[in-house]
């Protein structure tokens, strides 16, 4: 909001560059980020997400259901990679649809890393369409949770 004041030790806002589908170049890799999957993360998504399910937070419980220890959910799964599909697209791109697979899992102690590179960018209805591979990996798995993002990016001739 203009005018307005920031509360103390905030971040400011920060625009964006704008990918156009004519810069979207096929074996371009995303700029990815990566987390540590500490046992406060995954308090913090769990308690976020209310997703209770023991298996994300009881290792006794975790266990016993065959899993080695806690794990990540869905949802943070799925919000990792979309970070990196729309901080790579810009704000006026579009991210139409996003598929994975949970393969492997983050646990605590993992250091996730999220990555994505361009498989094939393409006109489609008069859209510049870019379909993308994305994953999450880890140092004890390798990659845990491969997907695909298909994303619609301006065109820099308008259409």
């Known amino acids: 909001m203009r005018g307005a004041s920031r509360p103390k030790g905030s971040a400011p806002e920060m625009k964006r560059p704008?990918?156009?589908?004519?810069?979207?170049?096929?074996?371009a890799e995303l700029q990815g980020f990566e987390l540590d999957i500490s046992p406060r993360r995954v308090f913090?998504?769990?308690s976020g997400s209310q997703d209770w399910y023991p298996v994300h937070h009881d290792p006794?419980?975790?266990r016993k259901a065959g899993h080695e220890d806690v794990f990540m959910?869905?949802?943070?799964?799925?919000?990792?990679?979309?970070?990196v599909v729309t901080d790579w697209m810009g704000d006026a791109g579009f991210l139409r649809k996003l598929y994975f697979e949970m393969?492997?899992?983050q646990r605590p102690g993992d250091t996730m890393a999220?990555?994505?590179?361009?498989?094939d960018r393409y006109r489609k209805d008069g859209q510049g369409w870019v379909e993308l591979d994305v994953?999450?990996?880890?140092?004890?798995?390798?990659?845990?949770?491969?997907g695909k993002a298909?994303?619609?990016l301006p065109l820099r001739e308008g259409g």
């Open 18 to 27: 704008q990918l156009y589908w004519e810069d979207a170049e096929v074996g």
């Open 44 to 46: 913090l998504q769990i």
């Open 60 to 62: 006794a419980f975790a």
């Open 73 to 83: 959910n869905t949802g943070f799964l799925q919000a990792a990679l979309v970070r």
């Open 103 to 105: 393969r492997r899992q």
């Open 114 to 119: 999220c990555k994505g590179r361009v498989r």
């Open 135 to 146: 994953w999450a990996e880890n140092e004890r798995e390798g990659v845990t949770t491969p």
């Open 150 to 152: 298909w994303v619609i």
